[in-house]
């Protein structure tokens, strides 16, 4: 398929790219880019059953995302860890 328009480099990218996979339920994965991260994302788990699943991702630069609930309310960052000095995992 093609995009609607062209903009020099890249085209106009007007539909959201889509990328389903299947996942295995109460297993942690890491999720790396190959290239730039998207400015938005959203994922979406259609079947949940265990204690959950948990997705850290890596960005490719350090900077502060808002991470948002299907309600659009803002989820709070967590705590900060002395130990590792830094935030502190998130748990399931």
């Given at each position: 398929m093609m995009d609607h328009c062209w903009d020099g480099f890249y085209s106009c990218q007007l539909r959201l790219s889509r990328f389903p996979i299947q996942l295995v339920m109460d297993d942690d994965y890491i999720m790396e880019f190959a290239g730039t991260p998207p400015g938005n994302m959203r994922f979406k788990l259609d079947e949940s059953e265990g204690d959950g699943t948990?997705?850290?991702?890596?960005?490719?630069?350090?900077?502060?995302?808002?991470?948002?609930?299907?309600?659009?309310?803002?989820?709070?960052?967590?705590?900060?860890?002395?130990?590792?000095?830094?935030?502190?995992?998130?748990?399931?």
């Open positions: 948990l997705i850290r991702i890596k960005f490719p630069e350090s900077a502060a995302y808002e991470i948002y609930d299907t309600e659009g309310n803002k989820i709070p960052e967590t705590e900060w860890n002395e130990d590792i000095g830094g935030p502190a995992y998130l748990t399931k």
